[in-house]
């Protein structure tokens, strides 16, 4: 769920506190951003599906999206980014096909946290290959794979079917632009299964929100519905885990990781 404008705004118990601040600032100008290409997307999609013209935009069916995939793939001669944010036939059908990159090619993907657990060992083995890196993130983006900035697939909705294969230039560079702004910060793969089992649990993510929003320990073990013993546990596991000396410097190693967002 997207965070509300409240949300966003920097806690006064963090103002004072220039490094964090000036990045949820930018955070916060990227997060706009990415509503409005969101909504450039979801625009162009509907217009496409409404109109009687020939427009850059296909639909497609779920027996139809390896093939979809694979034929965009096949485009592939410059880079690649793909987003899995979900285990599902998406997220499928892209690790079905990654064979089909050329050696060298750059590949940038980024994936959800559950995504990371369920296909790790694919994703590490992936990793392995030149020139391809894997990030880990907890914001919500929409499944897509982007070739050289001229072609991607998008997952769809209900209403427009499995997937949604785009020739737009305009619209799949501000995707790549989308993809660009999620991927700043967010921690590799590696680090992301290094992490302990308190940062890898979603309990454990939002002790770390709450400790980085400045909240007092009883407010924040009331808002996560757990005992303020619970609450403190899962902050001294995770100040362990993260190497911090302070409650601040959770703070500061949780940015530098990319393991907060708005």
């Not at 073990?221 to 546990?233: I, K, M, Q």
Request: contains cysteine; aromatic residues 4%; charged residues 25%.
């Amino acid at each position: 769920m997207a965070a509300t404008a409240e949300q966003r705004d920097v806690p006064a118990e963090r103002r004072g506190w220039p490094e964090q601040d000036a990045v949820v600032r930018l955070q916060d100008a990227l997060f706009r951003g990415r509503e409005l290409i969101e909504s450039t997307l979801s625009t162009l999609i509907r217009e496409a599906a409404g109109s009687a013209e020939p427009v850059p935009v296909t639909h497609t069916g779920r027996s139809e999206l390896a093939d979809a995939v694979a034929q965009v793939l096949d485009k592939g001669g410059r880079d690649i980014a793909i987003a899995l944010t979900e285990a599902g036939e998406f997220t499928d059908a892209v690790l079905g096909h990654l064979n089909r990159v050329p050696a060298g090619l750059p590949v940038r993907v980024l994936c959800t946290a559950t995504a990371a657990d369920v296909h790790a060992d694919r994703l590490s083995r992936f990793q392995e290959r030149p020139r391809t890196e894997i990030r880990v993130t907890d914001r919500e983006l929409r499944a897509a794979l982007v070739v050289d900035g001229t072609a991607a697939v998008v997952s769809g909705t209900a209403a427009e079917g499995a997937a949604v294969v785009i020739g737009d230039v305009g619209t799949v560079q501000a995707l790549e632009l989308l993809f660009a702004c999620v991927w700043a910060g967010r921690p590799r793969l590696n680090d992301q299964l290094h992490f302990g089992p308190r940062l890898r649990s979603e309990l454990g993510r939002n002790v770390l929100r709450q400790l980085c929003s400045g909240s007092t320990d009883e407010a924040a073990a009331r808002d996560l519905a757990v005992s303020l013993r619970t609450y403190r546990r899962y902050v001294a596991d995770i100040m362990r885990e993260l190497d911090a000396g302070s409650r601040f410097q959770v703070g500061v190693r949780a940015i530098e990781f990319g393991l907060v967002s708005d």
